[in-house]
C-alpha cells in the first residue's frame, strides 16, 4: 500500500514541499540572470625579458566563444561571483532532481486514485 496514497496529510506535504522547491529554484535562476558566465584563464606574455599575466573570462555568446579581458583591480570580485555562480548551479541540480521526485510521488498518487 502506498502511504501517499492513503494519507492526505502526506499529500499536502509533498505538495508543499514540491511548491517551497520550485520557488527555490527560481529564486536560484533569478539570482543566475545577475552573475557572469564562464571561466577565467591566464595568458603570458614575454617583453624584454619580462613575462606579464593577463586575465581573461572566457564565455560563449551565441556561437562563438569570447574572450573579455579582466582587470586586475576586478579579478577578485569576479573570481568570487564565479564561484558563487558554480554554488548556485550545484543547487539548482539538487533542486531539479528533487523536483522530478517529488512530481513522479504526486503523479504515482494521481494515477492510482483515478
Request: some cysteine; aromatic content about 8%.
Amino acid at each position: 500500500m502506498n502511504v501517499v496514497e492513503n494519507d492526505i496529510v502526506v499529500s499536502g506535504m509533498l505538495k508543499d514541499e514540491l511548491e517551497r522547491c520550485e520557488e527555490a529554484l527560481a529564486a536560484i535562476h533569478r539570482a543566475l540572470a545577475g552573475l557572469p558566465k564562464g571561466s577565467l584563464s591566464v595568458r603570458k606574455k614575454s617583453y624584454k625579458s619580462k613575462v606579464y599575466e593577463y586575465h581573461y573570462l572566457k564565455f560563449r555568446e551565441g556561437g562563438r566563444v569570447v574572450n573579455q579581458h579582466v582587470a586586475g583591480r576586478v579579478l577578485k570580485e569576479l573570481q568570487d561571483k564565479l564561484a558563487l555562480r558554480k554554488r548556485y548551479l550545484q543547487e539548482a541540480k539538487a533542486y531539479e532532481k528533487r523536483i522530478l521526485y517529488l512530481r513522479k510521488l504526486l503523479r504515482d498518487k494521481a494515477h492510482r486514485n483515478g
